[in-house]
């Protein structure tokens, strides 16, 4: 199985990108999904967190109210919804699916620069 991130790139300060997770070759649906953030110098930080089912999520306090995190088990998608970035938010974004048998996938990385 595998994860594949996008959806990344360069962004204005206040402005919105709209990152993408697709998953492969395993049962999605049972997994829940994370994003994390990674920059330079810095370990990885989980920003948010859903259920395998979607009814619940959670956020990093830095980035509450301003992200949102979804996923469509029946295209074995998840996405993350980040609108008035700040540069603070730049760095490298992965996408973590984990299973309750402690099977754990990570994609491959998408690159978020907000700066003007």
């Known amino acids: 199985g595998q994860l594949v991130d996008s959806g990344g790139g360069l962004v204005q300060p206040g402005g919105s990108l709209r990152l993408s997770c697709a998953a492969s070759?395993?049962?999605?649906?049972?997994?829940?999904v994370a994003w994390y953030r990674q920059t330079p110098g810095k370990e990885r930080e989980m920003v948010a967190h859903?259920?395998?089912?979607?009814?619940?999520?959670d956020y990093a306090g830095s980035v509450k109210g301003r992200f949102s995190i979804s996923r469509d088990n029946s295209l074995n998608m998840a996405y993350l919804e980040m609108s008035s970035l700040k540069p603070e938010d730049t760095g490298m974004y992965y996408c973590?699916?984990?299973?309750?048998?402690?099977?754990?996938?990570w994609g491959q990385g998408t690159q978020v620069t907000v700066s003007s």
């Open positions: 859903i259920s395998s089912t979607g009814y619940t999520t």
């Open positions: 973590r699916a984990d299973s309750e048998e402690a099977n754990v996938y």
């Open positions: 070759g395993f049962p999605f649906s049972h997994y829940e």
